[in-house]
């Protein structure tokens, strides 16, 4: 017993990297595990989202031709005379993953969703909006459900652009806005208002369009704490009020090269934070390519993609990107959020570009990104993957801090032989350092919370246990999943909430009183992960609905 003790203090001073007062890093001394989850996804995963059953939905596009999963024998087949690779279509073009029995079922969906866009409302219905040929202006919604009974809603077109590689984000007024995508220099709202014009031109996007070679599809949309959005595309940035279209702000132009498709690079916002009201918003963006990737890359010749990230605090007053070096060069890079407020930076090839095979040398090895430690120490390599994850993959954080891997179709149709990268149907996932057993004794359990619905600037508490005590650098955290496609995860974002007090409830138990985010600005309306981190290892994520 007393040895055990021991063994676990040991383990803590391992773990914990000095000293930090409001965020305790934890240094990853285990370089976590891959498994494969399921051989056959049946569609390949280019677009994904976790939704609040727990389910990841899962879809690419209608007119690829033959996925590896056929319709529900009670759905009708697609007959679309347009479609260019399949009239009489039979077979699923999207699916949804049970990770609680690692199986899938096919979901149908009748025009191109092709390279589109999505976001959940604060009820959980996603609404996924456009896509390419006659699905480019078509909004669609699927409403999560925990039988097996849903599937998508396609509505008839509705968007007032064509939207195909556009980015999403979810207001707070529970609306979506819809910026961009290719020929698309504007933005929209879904749905719209009747005094609301149907698009609002957006100059910005034509500034930062190379007619050659566009790099800035698929722009970074994140939420800043004024309710206005920061847009970054390309190498430059902007803040726009939306409400009355005008761009508020500049931003320098990051170093390095390009970072939207198809120099695709990735973007957060790192977590925002209690103590600073939710008000301080630094974005952080990794990887992308040198400007004429794509040409060259169709040239033959695979440019080495960025090896930069860029940090910038967008709330300050004069920012400015502060460079660091990854110990890799990453384009096609995913970057998720984990519940400790560590980033994972996985996917990805280290030369090329975004676009059918025009990536060279898949990235392997995961990158694990410590926001608050020192410059030099930021950045660990993990273990590898045996899949290369190229064009069309995606990652997702699960409930149980694990990280969802699929996708990489980089062919034109599904093609399995002859080709550099197979499409990929393999579902793996990465399991942090964190959830190595020998971090058990400090992983909390959620028993409850209460109220079951929380409310905007209300108080609610958190039961939950840990084997060890005494508790250390405790965290209490929100985090809303994001909508995955292109290296982009869109409305992702993670809220390290103010603990009011804790109190021990006897044993191992303890009752923490804890105030939810203040407004939809900070956080909007809909369903979040709520996560209790002690000493850097969280607990599983249990859903909570936050409401307006
Ligand atoms: C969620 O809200 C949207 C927009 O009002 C509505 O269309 C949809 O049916 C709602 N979903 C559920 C599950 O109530």
Not at 162 to 189: C, M, N
Not at 202 to 224: A, G, I, M
Not at 279 to 301: K, L, N, W, Y
């Amino acid at each position: 017993m007393c040895f055990q003790k021991n063994l676990m203090l040991l383990q803590l001073l391992l773990v914990l990297s000095c000293c930090m007062s409001s965020q305790v890093v934890v240094t990853a001394v285990l370089p976590g595990r891959w498994n494969l989850l399921l051989q056959n996804s049946g569609v390949s995963a280019m677009h994904t989202t976790l939704s609040h059953t727990g389910k990841i939905i899962i879809f690419d596009r209608t007119d690829y031709g033959a996925s590896q999963i056929k319709l529900s024998p009670t759905d009708k087949c697609r007959n679309d005379p347009k479609d260019v690779a399949l009239v009489i279509d039979c077979w699923a073009h999207s699916v949804e993953f049970d990770p609680s029995t690692n199986s899938v079922r096919p979901l149908e969906i009748l025009t191109d969703t092709w390279c589109s866009s999505g976001a959940f409302l604060a009820n959980g219905t996603l609404v996924q909006t456009g896509g390419w040929n006659d699905g480019a202006k078509v909004i669609r919604h699927f409403s999560p459900c925990y039988s097996a009974i849903c599937d998508w809603e396609e509505f008839p077109p509705q968007l007032a652009e064509k939207r195909w590689y556009a980015s999403d984000q979810i207001l707070p007024d529970d609306r979506v806005i819809v910026v961009g995508g290719r020929k698309a220099f504007s933005y929209e709202f879904v749905p719209r208002q009747e005094t609301e014009l149907a698009f609002v031109p957006l100059p910005f996007l034509q500034q930062t369009n190379d007619h050659k070679v566009e790099n800035n599809l698929y722009p970074f949309l994140h939420l800043s704490s004024d309710g206005s959005l920061f847009i970054f595309a390309n190498a430059d940035s902007i803040l726009l009020d939306y409400r009355s279209n005008s761009v508020i702000r500049r931003f320098p132009t990051m170093p390095g090269g390009s970072r939207n498709y198809p120099s695709t690079g990735s973007s957060i916002m790192l977590p925002l934070l209690a103590a600073e009201n939710f008000q301080r918003i630094e974005v952080m963006i990794c990887g992308g390519a040198p400007s004429d990737a794509f040409t060259q890359a169709i040239a033959g010749i695979f440019l080495t993609a960025l090896q930069s990230c860029g940090r910038m605090v967008i709330t300050d007053t004069n920012p400015k990107w502060e460079m660091e070096t990854m110990p890799i060069s990453r384009v096609m890079g995913d970057m998720i959020i984990l519940p400790n407020a560590q980033i994972l930076i996985v996917n990805g090839a280290q030369r090329g570009s975004a676009g059918w095979g025009l990536a060279r040398d898949p990235v392997l090895m995961p990158l694990l990104y410590s926001p608050s430690e020192a410059v030099s120490q930021r950045f660990q390599i993990l273990s590898a993957s045996t899949i290369a994850r190229m064009y069309h993959s995606t990652a997702n954080l699960l409930p149980d801090g694990r990280v969802l891997v699929g996708g990489s179709n980089t062919n034109t149709d599904y093609a399995f032989n002859g080709v550099l990268f197979p499409t990929e149907l393999r579902l793996e996932a990465y399991s942090p350092y964190y959830l190595d057993s020998s971090f058990s004794a400090l992983k909390p359990t959620i028993i409850r919370f209460y109220p079951t619905t929380i409310t905007l600037n209300s108080a609610f508490n958190v039961q939950f246990s840990v084997p060890t005590s005494p508790r250390s650098d405790l965290q209490i955290s929100i985090y809303a999943p994001p909508f995955t496609t292109h290296s982009v995860s869109m409305n992702q974002r993670l809220l390290a909430l103010s603990i009011i007090n804790v109190k021990n409830l006897g044993g191992s138990t303890d009752l923490a009183t804890v105030k939810s985010p203040p407004n939809a600005v900070a956080a909007p309306a809909g369903y979040y992960l709520l996560f209790v981190v002690n000493a850097g290892i969280p607990s599983t994520g249990a859903w909570i609905q936050l409401q307006a």
